[in-house]
């Protein structure tokens, strides 16, 4: 089966400007998480989407991330405006629902604000 | 919630020597734990996990955990690393009933030859 897929792997942005990353998760996992890691801290958990809803959404740092998760399927996951702060990995992660067997992850999207 | 605390931020280590990598965790729910590596310039890879039954718990690429509940441990441990075993490595728990992960602070193991 095809594991998660994040794109783009890599994105340069500038101050001030809007970038979306977006993740597919694996076929049918009806749980989808986001998680970021910033240069020198842990990896953080930011949300989760069970199917199309939030489930949990306690660690946005603020209102200039919006996630979305359109029919199920894919997410996407905008910054506007990006700060400096912002720069770091973004990864992505699904689960199946029901029996928890564990969490795919995908490689993960390393935006840096200049 | 839980917490998790990566005891060594760097273990650097001889090639074929074992290496042991520390990680407790803080919980008042049951929890499942794991251990992911991140090679570099690559996402993150599932080592092994612990989710119920014998305690000891074998991983890819000869890596093996076990879980001391009365310690609140899980240590990652391989009896003989290679140069391809330079990694960060990440312990991270989840409550049984909820979804989400914490992660400890990471462990960068370094393989000397």
């Known amino acids: 089966e095809a594991g998660v897929t994040q794109f783009p792997s890599h994105s340069v942005i500038e101050k001030g400007q809007t970038v979306t990353l977006r993740c597919d998760p694996i076929?049918?996992?009806?749980?989808l998480y986001w998680y970021r890691r910033v240069m020198g801290k842990e990896i953080k958990f930011l949300l989760h989407f069970v199917k199309e809803s939030k489930q949990d959404e306690s660690g946005m740092p603020n209102n200039r991330f919006l996630a979305e998760r359109t029919g199920g399927t894919y997410s996407t996951l905008k910054v506007q405006p990006a700060e400096l702060e912002d720069s770091g990995v973004y990864f992505c992660?699904?689960?199946?629902?029901?029996?928890?067997?564990?969490?795919?992850f995908g490689s993960g999207t390393r935006l840096t604000v200049v | 919630a839980q917490s998790v605390t990566q005891l060594d931020s760097q273990v650097p280590v001889f090639e074929e020597a074992p290496v042991e990598l520390r990680c407790n965790y803080s919980s008042s729910v049951s929890v499942y734990l794991f251990w992911y590596v991140q090679y570099p310039n690559q996402g993150l890879q599932l080592l092994l996990k612990y989710l119920s039954g014998s305690t000891l718990v074998k991983g890819i690429n000869g890596f093996e955990a076990e879980f001391n509940k009365s310690q609140t441990s899980f240590h990652l441990r391989k009896p003989s690393v290679h140069i391809s075993d330079t990694a960060e490595y990440f312990c991270a728990v989840k409550g049984t009933s909820y979804g989400k992960l914490t992660f400890g602070q990471g462990t960068i193991l370094t393989v000397h030859p």
């Open positions: 992660a699904s689960s199946q629902a029901g029996v928890f067997y564990g969490y795919t």
């Open positions: 076929s049918g996992h009806d749980n």
